[in-house]
């Protein structure tokens, strides 16, 4: 290891002062080793500040180079010391690049982190609290392995996802769930179909009593600006995480997302080890979409070209769904514009 440095610090490891002391003596590093009794390879990790300078080699150094065993005692403290303020400087440089990254003033008001951080030191002893780890630059290391439906997946979005990602996980280990049951899960789909009927206030505290009687905890949470993320899954310990935000607000988005990441866990997508597939996605794009409004009545719906306020309610009651499920549904196959129908369109407000 030869010297390390930062802004302000500099490391120098005590083998540069031993070089010193053998070039005056010219000492080969092969005779030094002998006089020492010690191998070659550990002279030269020694010389190269690879490895501790102990008690036991200060005392051989006293010996050989007759340079008092306290003064490298020392020496060898100084420079832990010193190395160790030249890695805090410089990952607190590397730190201070992420927070830049990542959504602290969104994330301080919406009272997920310490709101009396000042200074970019307490907002980084902040962020790594919320993120629970010694360094920032660990962040994007220990995420939970994610099933997720984004609208776009870009860098910049990294640390805002990052960053939700964090808060659905420290919510979840305060919701108390049964053991997973796949099965019982799939039977309760009928159940959460029809709850795209009801009003917020009715149907999330059942829909959260249902999932967390599969083994599934449900976290509702606002978006974080620039992370473009409408849902996620993943496993954590002995429970599946449901995550979903209120990206648009709409019935029709939130309603498709949760039975997108309803996919994911029936169809185990939360077990694999690698990232999600295009096939994966897309599976789980027909199972909501089939779920929410099946195939054959749509396909009947559509055939029959009717897109009017009352042929649209007509079929949504028929099918058992909210009409703005339907009218998503058609702006987003471009089969009537996103300016139509919108009054039938259900918006949440959800805290």
């Known amino acids: 290891m030869a010297c390390e440095e930062s802004k302000t610090y500099i490391a120098i490891p005590p083998g540069e002062t031993i ?34 300078l102990t008690q036991d080699v200060a005392r051989r150094l006293e010996m050989v180079l007759n340079v008092p065993a306290y003064f490298w005692n020392n020496l060898e403290s100084r420079y832990r010391e010193k190395l160790l303020l030249v890695e805090q400087e410089n990952n607190l440089e590397e730190e201070t ?18 709101d009396n951080s000042k200074s970019n030191i307490d907002k980084i002893i902040s962020l790594r609290k919320f993120f629970e780890v010694s360094s920032l630059s660990l962040i994007s290391l220990v995420p939970p392995r994610t099933a997720w ?33 796949l099965n019982k899960l799939n ?15 009715s149907f999330i505290p059942r829909l959260k009593n249902v999932l967390a009687e599969c083994g599934i905890a449900f976290v509702i949470l606002p978006q ?8 996620a899954t993943f496993k954590e310990k002995n429970k599946i995480i449901l995550g979903v935000t209120l990206r648009g607000k709409y019935a029709d988005q939130f309603w498709f997302t949760f039975f997108h990441e ?16 295009s096939k994966e996605e897309t599976k789980a794009d027909k199972f909501a979409q089939d779920i929410l409004i099946p195939s054959k009545q749509y396909n009947h719906f559509i055939t029959q070209k009717k897109f009017s306020k009352t ?13 703005g499920i339907v009218v998503g549904r058609l702006q987003k196959e471009k ?16 805290n």
Not at 20 to 33: D, N, P, S, V
Not at 311 to 323: L, Q, R, T
Request: aromatic share 8%; with cysteine; hydrophobic share 35%.
């Open 19 to 52: 070089k010193e002391q053998l070039e005056i003596r010219q000492m080969t590093q092969k005779e030094f080793a002998k006089r020492m009794d010690l191998s070659e390879k550990h002279i030269s990790k020694l010389l190269n500040g690879d490895v501790m």
């Open 97 to 114: 690049n992420i927070l830049k990254n990542l959504p602290f003033n969104e994330m301080k008001k919406l009272h997920w982190i310490d």
């Open 149 to 181: 439906r984004r609208k776009d997946a870009s860098e910049k979005s990294k640390y805002s996802t990052l960053a939700w990602l964090q808060k659905v996980k420290l919510e979840a280990r305060n919701i108390e769930t049964d053991k997973i049951n």
């Open 187 to 201: 039977k309760q789909i009928p159940i959460f179909r029809e709850m795209t009927c009801m009003n917020p206030t």
């Open 224 to 231: 974080i600006k620039g992370s473009y993320l409408n849902g």
């Open 262 to 277: 309803l996919a994911h866990i029936l169809y185990e997508h939360v077990n694999l080890s690698s990232e999600l597939t």
């Open 311 to 323: 042929a649209v309610m007509s079929f949504a009651n028929e099918i058992g769904i909210d009409p």
């Open 335 to 350: 089969l009537i514009t996103y300016k139509m129908l919108n009054e039938l369109k259900t918006k949440y407000e959800l």
